[in-house]
């Protein structure tokens, strides 16, 4: 139980152009996601939080005008990374928060994406 | 905000032998200390986990302990195996839905055969 998918495993696209990540999870309903973003021997960097039906959280740093997210139901939030470039380039894993949980944040991870920006 | 500091960064060891990796948290109202170990390219894995509740948890060859009064927690691995070999973080949570996990830098740990 407890499985989160990602899709696409990877990507490549042109710098200028926009690309969706899309996270879901499959055997449990999911109250609160969250996107990271992974650089190269680097810990993950919460980039933002989102609750169903409700607008993300970013964190300090992060823009929301390049990165939307949306979490329209209980199982999918997606992440567009707008007008992509070469620095967007990363490692971005989405986590799940079930609705059943108690009141410890145990997350459960997506697999990941990996985009590149050329 | 919360702040967690893993260390080390580094830690090669011999197979057969202990690891520990520590760290320390900055929040009192956190309650929730998972660990995760993470292969090239691939997501974290949740190895162990311990709650404010308790001050030691095991798993086979994995153990946590958890210093509330220190604010800080620990990870030992026994019996050490190559297979070990990956980035292992930290992280720690306050209670509640939307609370964030707040992750430690890592360390790659190495287990030479």
């Known amino acids: 139980g407890a499985v989160v998918s990602q899709h696409p495993s990877w990507v490549i696209c042109k710098s200028g152009t926009s690309v969706k990540i899309e996270c879901r999870s499959l055997?449990?309903?999911?109250?609160?996601m969250f996107w990271y973003r992974q650089f190269p021997k680097q810990s993950l960097m919460l980039m933002a939080t989102?609750?169903?039906?409700?607008?993300?959280?970013?964190e300090q740093g992060v823009e929301k005008d390049k990165f939307l997210i949306n979490h329209a139901s209980l199982t999918l939030s997606t992440l567009t990374v707008t007008s992509a470039h070469p620095e967007d380039s990363s490692f971005y894993i989405c986590s799940a928060r079930s609705l059943l949980a108690d009141n410890y944040n145990e997350q459960f991870f997506g697999p990941g994406t990996r985009l590149t920006v050329l | 905000g919360e702040n967690v500091e893993q260390h080390p960064s580094t830690l090669s060891v011999q197979e057969g032998d202990s690891a520990v990796i520590k760290c320390t948290y900055s929040?009192?109202?956190?309650?929730?200390f998972p660990w995760y170990k993470q292969e090239l390219g691939k997501r974290p894995q949740l190895i162990i986990d311990i709650r404010s509740n308790v001050g030691e948890k095991k798993d086979q060859r994995i153990a946590v302990t958890l210093n509330k009064t220190a604010k800080h927690f620990s990870l030992h691995i026994t019996e050490t195996q190559p297979e070990d070999s990956a980035v292992y973080f930290c992280a720690a949570s306050k209670r509640g839905g939307s609370e964030k996990l707040v992750f430690g830098k890592g360390t790659k740990l190495t287990v030479n055969p």
């Open positions: 989102s609750n169903e039906g409700s607008k993300a959280t970013y």
């Open positions: 055997d449990f309903q999911a109250t609160t």
């Open positions: 929040d009192s109202a956190s309650n929730y």
